[in-house]
Antibody
Framework: EVQLVESGGGVVRPGGSLRLSCAAS????????MSWVRQAPGKGLEWVSG????????GYADSVKGRFTISRDNAKNSLYLQMNSLRAEDTALYHC??????????????WGQGTTVTVSS | QSALTQPPSVSGSPGQSVTISCTGT?????????VSWYQQPPGTAPKLMIY???NRPSGVPDRFSGSKSGNTASLTISGLQAEDEADYYC??????????FGGGTKLTVL
């Protein structure tokens, strides 16, 4: 079964850091681009960051550029999001999503259930 | 970068057709065919319904179709069914090498 499972969410104070992980299974991980997409409570989807199949190309939303870093370990079938200098507005459910082909700009055809990040003092 | 513009809500009766628009700019929707549409019923993860403007993944009913004209993409759902009630989001690749989503449209089946 094709599956993405996120972990690493939690409650953190403003200015703190968290590292999210996404474990992939059921498909050849290094064939696909990947993205992180978040959804604040009661709000719409926001694309956060993406990475192509070999990590050679990445992109970030302006709202997180310079604070978040996306990476992947194809040997471990895992995607990561290092989040630094966290703000209250980063509070959201963070989904890991697979692009339908090798670059992150392709439609996202597999989604995880998400991990919740809460930034609060 | 600005989000793509979608109507906040649309509605239709069973059997009817509805169209949801997604307006961007010449830097995103107008320049790339990397437009996708997602369906998200309450409390669930999004599901890809259309990719590259008008292509349906396997398993998506052919009642769902996508198109694009200029800077505006559209999702049309024909033969509306109760199970289609959900939030719908468009997305597009942009000239800044990022992806942007629309604000979302709530579809109500009357």
């Amino acid at each position: 079964e094709v599956q993405l499972v996120e972990s690493g969410g939690g409650v953190v104070r403003p200015g703190g850091s968290l590292r999210l992980s996404c474990a992939a299974s059921g498909f050849t991980f290094d064939d696909y681009g990947m993205s992180w997409v978040r959804q604040a409570p009661g709000k719409g989807l926001e694309w956060v960051s993406g990475i192509n199949w070999n990590g050679g190309s990445t992109g970030y939303a302006d709202s997180v550029k310079g604070r978040f870093t996306i990476s992947r370990d194809n040997a471990k079938n895992s995607l990561y999001l290092q989040m630094n200098s966290l703000r209250a507005e980063d509070t959201a459910l963070y989904h890991c999503a697979r692009a339908s082909y090798s670059h992150y700009y392709y439609g996202m055809d597999v989604w995880g259930q998400g991990t919740t990040v809460t930034v609060s003092s | 970068q600005s989000a793509l513009t979608q109507p906040p809500s649309v509605s239709g009766s069973p059997g009817q057709s509805v169209t949801i628009s997604c307006t961007g700019t010449s830097s995103d929707v107008g320049s790339y065919n990397r437009v996708s549409w997602y369906q998200q019923p309450p409390g669930t993860a999004p599901k890809l319904m259309i990719y590259e403007v008008s292509n349906r993944p396997s398993g998506v009913p052919d009642r769902f179709s996508g198109s694009k004209s200029g800077n505006t993409a559209s999702l049309t759902i024909s033969g509306l069914q109760a199970e289609d009630e959900a939030d719908y989001y468009c997305s597009s690749y942009t000239s800044s090498s990022i992806v942007v989503f629309g604000g979302g449209t709530k579809l109500t089946v009357l």
